[in-house]
């Protein structure tokens, strides 16, 4: 970064400054070695004396040095602070702790064309979070972010310790998203559209436990215990606890090509409370109607989620897809399996690419800038979704959806897009036959 | 500006520093004590002579540091920290990006002389709100700002992106203050009172839109689009939406003499809620009783508002008043047409004059502060205000009250104001003929 | 003004810098000198060899130097930038303004051995705090910090305003702790097990009021006057009021030995409300099920509340003990007393100290950090405690409980711990003759 640049360039000249230091005092093998020679007769009353009173005098001069430092630039700064991303960045230099404090803000508009039943064309602030991360004593990390779109529990999002000091392995406790799904895995700020598909139905989101993780540039395993969300109370009952894993390999991963493979599993007890349900929105939010729903699923004993991921970067064109598979197992009764996939492809009109790190994907630098004379970065993309939520005696629903999609980037920090969703067909569940669209345009600044 | 001048002068860097600390010298007392022995016999010349060179050569060694420090030279701009207004200001000295962490708690605590209905003593804290706000490459602004004392969506206050790259129009998105009623675009930090007037009925708060808007020395235009509240949920129903601007003009504008005067609209169509109402409190908070209300007015088309504004700035003396008319238009009835104005005057005891910029009042400097040997600064102040929200059929009730303050300034970032209102008259209403009273006090830091 | 001249000739200059100094070892020309004592026969192969021991020893006796490094290329120096605790950091070195951004998470999990009702295992985020505090002026201070797991105002903890302008005596408004028993005083980021004492049943918490207190070395005082609390709202009904005091004595204070008395007192009218009640879980927080609870006392005027303390450090034992009387006035009905007791010992396996700071107990240093090759400080403790909310026809029930406790701190800002407790018996209530035990363990960070 420019920034950057600057400051390493920077050289200062010597400055004066004045140093008190620690006095240089007799060390104690010197005394011992004084009352020896005392004791042995080598040195005599008179000069043993003199010896004490020049320790004692010199023991209460002060040593005052007036030093020259003499400056030069290396590599960084001893408490570094940088706004050049956004929010409020410190560090350390010599590694041992950072803070930053960033958030985001995502302002949404949404109108929809039913086709039955009321949707609700409005507005809403999608998410308005803050977050302060950083790390402390070198190999430790901490984190807690809050969306204040949620009351009180709700809104707490990552909320964790790491421990890095292991080589390769980093331990991460507190609430943390499960390892599973790549469109969960990569941060809202970041996905292709405006929402995730309507695959995300099987999302498993954040738990409260403790997960294992090693990520390297061709691949990376991450495994953890999870109890259930923060949210959750217990109320005399015990909550729900899962198991989950992710294993992603990149056989290609260029700045401008990758190929990512993933597979995933994740399964849940239900806990005392015995249900689970799963539900979806058209790929908006707004409305809160749920076009697949199964309702609330009874004695339910657990759910086992499995998932694939295929993901290519070739230049300023991607394409991502995954396949979940869920199976409910209910006690007294038959077990129930549902799933879903979709595939989506983007195209950056400027030219940049879509940046892949270490099994998921993160945010786009245009390679011109709205505010430094450039017209940001501009990406088109269009992504088919379905998930078959019907199975025996339950009917969430089966519904497909195409969606096309525009992003502008004027900045690394902001974002505005128009989402189109089209609901193709929707088959069984309240939404039966219905082909509902929307039109959903979203301002977003995130650091 | 001076202040601007000197900070691009200076620069935030990291440099490693070395330290040629002073040589830890060998402690006089060991060389007495070695040229005793020397003297005394216990070691010849050549031993003496061996432990002289050595002595000689360490004291040429130097004793090498390598420390971290962060400075500034006078070449070039980078970041700049600040904290002299409270909070936490960063700023990169080239204008590119900056970030400010700010806040404002204000604690209250009223008694209530009732005349009738219960109105319940008690203290609370009125606002409890930190924000974040900042530019970015230049152009782009930020802020997220929230009140903790609103539960999720309900405390989101500012929380928008501006684009500052036209000459003299800024566009704002996000959710923001529609531009209507002086009052209410003066910052709760900043108004005469601990409340706002009655008038407070007629307010259009926050939505979720967007703004363009013009500010110069002497005149202002403001023009907005908005959809509904931050808080609203469509569940299926289309939300409301508004359009509204205001004009201001300031035939005089200078640090010590304003006159202002201002005009503004406000439209805004129901949605498929079809609902509006009005109510407002004694010009208090704790308390909850509104003593005019007109209860939910159904089959609402339709609001729209008209306001003018006047305010006088001569010296430490101040005055404002505002008149608001609103029209609510209704399917198969007749339209309503509600109104309320008040006037307030405020003088500063201690000759400070009220600061008014582009549009609206902002906070006040004290010439004296308590924490280096002032007093603060102390403002005394009266209010009359009246509403009417009595028409056909509705009777929301007619009220008007006399309230007045004094407000003491220790520091520009604090305030302790207290205020006694009395209601002289209510007509029409849950109130009717009733004639309360009250006294509140507020702490409140701000910056 | 004086105060923005100087702002405009100040930069960002001042900078605290910690230099670890060179090893003041001793002087290889002290070595020869020995040396050749010791040939010459001078020395004795005894006293050669206890002079060698000594050089070694002094030789891993690091001098550690802490410096403060004042740079300024301008007049004075301005500002500070500290990260070297955990969170942010800001101060004018004029010591005119400073703010701190810091928090809390605590993260837990706890399994029940559950004696007839269910407790519900599971997991939650027990605290994720935010604040943000400071000065300003000088004489002036501020904090706001909020608790994410509590919804809208029920999450405001401290928010107030200080003046420190006075000698020894700090004024302090706003929503604050009241001052009433130690293990409340006690931060829970700093208390020796996961949850306070049964005790806690008594704990009054925060209310909006003000407070002035005097701290010194060997004793404190601390008296305030308070409304009602923050989440109350009276919607019509007076809230209800108090007034607290407490006074504690040290009459040892040394860095690793202390003795601390304490006496406290608070009375609160129950305002119209006109109703108290206590009950406590069995020091756990995730399960919700209250051991002992009177339910809603109706009719109750007041409530006044006596408490006695006594805390130990002794090295790395530590010991700390409370006794609460309380007795509830009521109209028409008799008077009801509650009380109860803790004690509890804890010793650092580490050789760590509790660290006593006037009046409460603060956080602990390890010794040995992890993350800089160390192994951080343990802790072992145990605790009795008992609680009596049986009198008259209330039947709240009489229970008492042992928990041992085993805490890690592997650096300053983070805690690991693990807490069994069993509860010994509950006479009467709604737990009656049960017994539960639990284990509940914790993950913390906090600065």
Redo the contacts between chains.
């Keep these: 970064m420019a920034?950057k640049t600057?400051?390493k360039k920077?050289?200062?000249?010597g400055?004066i400054?004045t140093?008190?230091?620690?006095q240089?005092?007799?060390?104690?093998?010197?005394l011992?070695?004084?009352n020896?020679?005392h004791e042995?007769g080598?040195?005599d009353d008179a000069?043993y004396g003199?010896?004490m009173d020049?320790?004692n005098a010199?023991s209460k001069k002060p040593?005052k040095?007036k030093?020259?430092?003499?400056?030069?630039?290396?590599?960084?700064?001893?408490?570094?602070?940088?706004?050049?991303k956004?929010?409020?960045q410190?560090?350390?230099?010599?590694n041992?702790?950072?803070?930053k404090?960033g958030?985001r803000?995502q302002?949404d508009?949404a109108w929809y064309n039913e086709d039955g039943?009321?949707?609700?064309?409005?507005?809403?602030?999608r998410r308005?979070r803050?977050y302060?991360q950083?790390h402390?004593?070198?190999?430790?990390g901490?984190k807690?972010q809050?969306d204040?779109?949620?009351?009180?529990?709700?809104?707490?999002k990552d909320?964790?310790?790491t421990y890095n000091?292991f080589n390769h392995i980093q331990l991460k406790?507190?609430?943390i998203k499960d390892p599973f799904m790549l469109q969960e895995q990569t941060s809202s700020k970041f996905i292709t559209f405006t929402e995730r598909s309507l695959l995300d139905t099987f999302a498993s989101g954040r738990?409260?436990?403790i997960m294992a993780s090693t990520k390297h540039k061709h691949w990376t395993v991450s495994a953890g215990f999870f109890?259930?969300s923060?949210s959750?109370?217990?109320?005399?009952?015990?909550?729900g606890w899962g198991t989950s894993g992710r294993l992603t390999y990149a056989p290609i991963n260029q700045k401008t090509r990758v190929v990512h493979l993933g597979i995933a599993g994740d399964y849940r007890e239900t806990g005392?409370a015995g249900t689970v349900s799963f539900k979806q929105q058209a790929e908006t939010h707004?409305?809160?109607?749920n076009i697949v729903d199964t309702g609330i699923i009874a004695f339910a004993d657990n759910t086992l989620k499995l998932g694939a991921e295929l993901a290519i970067v070739e230049g300023a064109f991607s394409l991502q897809s995954e396949y979940i598979w869920t199976t409910v197992e209910r006690n007294g009764n038959s077990g129930l399996d549902f799933d879903g996939w979709y595939v989506e492809a983007a195209y950056f009109l400027t030219g940049e690419s879509r940046n892949y790190n270490k099994g998921k994907f993160a945010g786009i630098s245009p390679d011109s800038?709205?505010?430094?004379g450039g017209f940001g970065a501009w990406q088109l993309a269009v992504r088919y979704s379905t998930v078959d939520l019907n199975d025996h005696e339950i009917e969430g629903g089966w519904a497909n959806s195409v969606t096309v999609g525009i992003n502008w980037f004027?900045?690394s920090?902001?974002r505005f897009s128009g989402n189109y969703v089209n609901v193709l067909d929707v088959d069984g569940g309240a939404y039966h036959g219905e082909e509902p669209s929307l039109f959903q345009v979203r301002?977003q600044?995130a650091?």
Excluded at 19 to 22: E, T
Excluded at 68 to 84: F, G, S, V, Y
Excluded at 96 to 99: I, L, Q, V, W
């Design positions: 920034n600057i400051m920077t050289v200062l000249t400055i400054c140093i008190f230091a620690a240089v005092q007799a060390g104690s093998e010197l011992t070695l004084i020896m020679l042995n080598t040195i000069q003199r010896l020049e320790i010199n040593v040095q030093e020259t430092l003499q400056m030069q630039n290396d590599k960084e700064p001893a408490i570094e602070l940088k706004i050049d956004g929010g409020i410190v560090k350390s230099s010599d041992e702790f950072s803070a404090i958030g803000v302002f508009s039943a009321e949707m609700g064309n409005g507005t809403e602030i308005a803050l302060i950083g402390m004593f070198h190999d430790w901490y807690l809050y204040f779109t949620g009351a009180g529990k709700a809104g707490i909320a964790f310790i000091g406790a507190g609430n738990h409260i436990g109890g259930d923060v959750t109370t217990t109320a005399g009952k015990d909550e005392d707004i409305s809160g109607a800038v709205v505010g430094r004027p900045t920090t902001l301002g600044w650091f």
